[in-house]
C-alpha cells in the first residue's frame, strides 16, 4: 500500500468536509439544542409544581385531618431542604356528602370539569377493608404527583392501624425508616464506594457510543454512494488503488466524525458547566468520579467499533448507486447496534452473567456491550483481551471483504446487483473478466 495516497485520500476527505460551512452550523448547533432541551426540562419539571386543588370525600371521619397536616409537614419539610425546588402544593378542602355518595361524586365531577377543583379523592370504610383510596381527575399520567400522594396516604394508614392495635404512635416513624444499604465496588486495588452518579455516567457514555455508531455508520454509507453516483471515483481511481481509496476515505470521515464529536464535547462542557456545578452543589449525590480506565475504555472500543462498522458500511455501499437501493442491507448493521440497547438490561442487571459475557465477546455487540461492563464491573483481563482480539480479527476479515466488493463495486452502475452477483466479486481476481447484470464503466 502506497501511504503518501492514504494520506492524501484521508486530507481530502477531513478537509472537503469540515470546510464547508454547514458542518461547523450543525456542529455548533446541537450542543445548544441540548443545552436548551435541558432547560426547557427544567422549567416543564418546576412549571409541573403549582397548586393542586383537591376535594376529600371522607365517610371515614378520621383521614381528613391526617391528611392535611401530612402534606403541610411535607411541604414545610420540602422548603427547609430545597427551598428552590417548586413541588406540587396542595390545597385541601373537605366534601362531607348530604345524601347519597354517588351523588357527591356526581358534583364533584362537574367541579373538576369546571375548573374548580383539579381532582377528588374518595374515602370509604369498605374501600379501607381493601386499602384502597380513589382518586378522580382529568389526568393519571401524573407520575411524581400520584406517587408522593400515594405514599403519603400509605403512611397515614400505616399509624391508624398501629393506633388500632394500641401500639405507641411512634412506632409508624420507625417502621417507615428504610435500610441505606451502601454499596462498594471491589477492585484490584482495593475496594471503593459505587456512587449512583457514576453508575448513570456509565450509562451516559453507552447512549452516546451508541448514538454516533449510528451516524458515523450512515455517513460513511453515504460517502461512498456520493462519490459513486457523481461519477467522482472514476477520475480518483486512476491514480489511487481502490483498496487504498477505501481505507483513505473511512480514515478521514473518522477523523471528521472525531472533530465533531470533541466539539461537540467541548461546547455543551463550556455552556452547561455553570448549570451543571450549581445542580451538583445542591444534589446530595455529589460529581461522578469517572475513572481514568473508563475514559480508556471508552475511546479504545470506539475506535475498534468505527473500523469494524465502517467496513460493513462500505461493503453495503459499494454495490449500489443510492441509498435507496443499499437500504435494504443498510437495515443489517443498524439491526446490530440496536440489539446492544435490547440487551443493555441483561449487562447493567448482571454484568457477569453468561448472557453479558456472550454479548460482549460476539465482535458486532462487544464494543457497546464491553464498555458498560467495564465501567459497572470488574471483567477478567482475559475477557477483555480475547474481546479485543476477537473484534480486530473480525475487522480485518471484514475489511478484506469490504475491500474486495469496494473495488469492483465503485465502477458498477445500471442495474442493481443481486447478492450471488456481489458475494461473486469477493472471489473476483484481477485479470479475470467480471461478467455482473450491471454494466462496467471505466
Avoid at 63 to 89: D, T, V
Avoid at 265 to 284: C, D, I, K, R
Avoid at 341 to 348: D, I, S
Wanted: proline letters at 5%; glycine letters at 6%.
Amino acid at each position: 500500500m502506497n501511504w503518501k495516497k492514504i494520506l492524501a485520500v484521508i486530507r481530502r476527505e477531513y478537509v472537503e468536509r469540515v470546510r464547508t460551512r454547514l458542518f461547523w452550523v450543525a456542529t455548533l448547533l446541537i450542543p445548544i439544542f441540548f443545552l436548551v432541551f435541558l432547560v426547557v426540562q427544567i422549567l416543564a419539571y418546576e412549571k409541573a409544581g403549582g397548586e393542586r386543588r383537591l376535594a376529600v370525600v371522607d365517610t371515614t371521619g378520621k383521614f381528613y385531618a391526617p391528611l392535611e397536616h401530612e402534606i403541610a409537614a411535607q411541604e414545610q419539610e420540602r422548603k427547609a431542604k430545597r427551598p428552590k425546588e417548586r413541588g406540587p402544593h396542595w390545597v385541601l378542602e373537605q366534601k362531607t356528602p348530604s345524601g347519597d355518595l354517588e351523588t357527591a361524586k356526581e358534583a364533584l365531577r362537574k367541579d373538576v370539569f369546571a375548573k374548580r377543583l383539579d381532582a377528588y379523592l374518595v374515602v370509604t370504610p369498605a374501600l379501607l377493608e381493601k386499602d384502597q383510596i380513589q382518586y378522580y381527575s382529568t389526568t393519571v399520567s401524573e407520575w411524581v404527583v400520584l406517587g408522593q400522594l400515594e405514599r403519603t396516604l400509605t403512611r397515614i394508614r400505616l399509624r391508624e392501624k398501629i393506633a388500632a392495635r394500641g401500639l405507641p404512635p411512634d412506632l409508624g416513624n420507625d417502621l417507615e425508616k428504610r435500610i441505606d444499604l451502601k454499596s462498594f465496588k471491589v477492585t484490584a486495588s482495593g475496594t471503593a464506594e459505587e456512587k449512583g452518579a457514576g453508575v448513570i455516567a456509565a450509562i451516559v457514555f453507552f447512549f452516546v457510543m451508541y448514538s454516533t455508531f449510528l451516524v458515523y455508520g450512515a455517513q460513511v454509507m453515504r460517502g461512498v454512494i456520493e462519490e459513486k453516483s457523481t461519477r467522482i471515483v472514476e477520475v480518483v481511481i486512476a491514480s489511487v488503488r481502490p483498496t487504498e481509496l477505501m481505507l483513505g476515505k473511512m480514515i478521514g470521515i473518522g477523523l471528521v466524525g472525531l472533530t465533531q464529536y470533541a466539539t461537540w464535547s467541548l461546547v455543551a462542557m463550556n455552556l452547561s458547566l455553570p448549570v451543571v456545578v450549581q445542580s451538583l452543589a445542591a444534589s446530595e449525590v455529589g460529581a461522578p468520579r469517572i475513572p481514568l480506565s473508563t475514559l480508556a475504555y471508552f475511546v479504545l472500543f470506539f475506535i475498534l467499533w468505527y473500523f469494524l462498522y465502517a467496513g460493513v458500511y462500505t461493503a453495503v455501499a459499494a454495490p449500489f448507486n443510492t441509498d435507496q437501493e443499499a437500504q435494504l442491507l443498510a437495515m443489517i448493521p443498524v439491526f446490530l447496534i440496536v440489539s446492544c440497547v435490547a440487551v443493555y438490561p441483561a449487562v447493567l442487571n448482571n454484568p457477569n452473567g453468561a448472557v453479558s459475557v456472550a454479548v460482549s465477546l460476539f465482535p458486532f455487540t462487544a464494543p457497546l456491550s464491553m464498555f458498560l461492563r467495564t465501567a459497572i464491573s470488574e471483567v477478567s483481563a482475559w475477557q477483555v483481551g480475547l474481546s479485543v482480539l476477537i473484534l480486530i480479527a473480525t475487522t480485518v476479515g471484514i475489511a478484506w471483504f469490504a475491500g474486495r466488493i469496494y473495488r469492483v463495486g465503485i465502477l458498477m452502475y445500471g442495474k442493481k446487483p443481486t447478492i450471488s452477483e456481489i458475494l461473486r466479486w469477493v472471489r473476483y481476481k484481477p485479470g479475470k473478466v467480471v461478467q455482473p447484470a450491471a454494466t462496467h464503466v471505466a
